[in-house]
């Protein structure tokens, strides 16, 4: 009879010999053409923590958004703040929506955002934005965090 340490050697070179003799199965196959990627929004925040008062910076990045998408030249754009002890219905929105005053043939996607909010009280503020594209489309981000705390 085979000790149990020499059948679980013996196994685990076969496994690792199979993987090896897969890898160029692989490589070889032709690449099928990928699905656009779904549109993404990210939110974040810097500085996640500091004492007051803090200017936090929020950035946000459309992915998977083609760059010369005319829907998403100049889009509309909400930014939302919920401060400590509010829910998102009470929540302080700033609305922007910019015109575009080009020719659509130069039409550029706008992919990246940036607001800066000055927070004075202590506790913790939550931020969304929105963007909404010409055709109506809309993309959430979710929530960036920052904790304001008191100087004591």
């Known amino acids: ?53 803090v200017t936090a910076l929020l950035t946000a990045n459309l992915t998977g958004v083609a760059p010369d998408d005319a829907n998403f030249c100049h889009p509309a754009v909400t930014w939302i703040r919920i401060r400590p002890g509010q829910s998102e219905d009470q929540a302080s929105r700033v609305h922007e929506d910019p015109v575009c005053r080009h020719p659509e043939s130069e039409s550029r996607a706008a992919t990246s955002f940036i607001k800066t909010f000055d927070l004075y009280q202590p506790g913790t503020y939550l931020f969304r934005i929105i963007v909404e594209g010409k055709d109506h489309r809309r993309f959430e981000s979710g929530t960036a965090q920052v904790v304001v705390l008191r100087v004591q």
């Open 1 to 53: 009879m085979v000790p149990s340490r020499w059948r679980r050697t013996a196994c685990g070179l076969v496994l690792a010999f199979l993987g090896v003799v897969a890898l160029p199965v692989e490589a070889g196959k032709p690449k099928t053409e990928e699905a656009p990627r779904k549109p993404k929004l990210k939110l974040m925040a810097e500085p996640s923590v500091g004492f007051t008062p």
